[in-house]
């Protein structure tokens, strides 16, 4: 069940920085804020909590510098950036590909 970020209520994240999508990591995060995975081109994936409107490319562009090349995902219910399966990270990665074209269909 999804929690709106806007109904007031704060959230939980997975945070963590890492190649697989396995990790356990969580953080509180304030009633602002949604829940991002950053994934480098062929690198890491970055998740943590994140300002809700801040969930724009060119925001994360400037929040991650040393990121050049990444595509994004920002979801607000509890824990929603965690993986969906511990292996490679490769069928996360055509899950976030999919929500992507469904989030861009859908507006």
């Known amino acids: 069940v999804s929690h709106l970020v806007f109904s007031g209520s704060a959230i939980r994240c997975v945070k963590c920085k890492d190649y697989t999508g396995s990790c356990t990591k969580s953080q509180d995060c304030s009633y602002e804020d949604a829940c991002l995975t950053l994934t480098e ?3 890491q994936t970055y998740r943590q909590c994140v300002k809700y409107s801040d969930c724009d490319y060119n925001r994360l562009a400037q929040m991650f510098p040393a990121v050049p090349n990444f595509y994004y995902n920002c979801c ?5 950036n965690g993986a969906t ?10 899950l976030l590909a999919s929500l992507a074209v469904m989030w861009w269909c859908m507006h």
């Open 85 to 94: 399966s511990i292996g490679t990270g490769k069928p996360l990665l055509g």
């Open 41 to 43: 081109r062929g690198g």
């Open 76 to 80: 607000t219910g509890d824990l929603c």
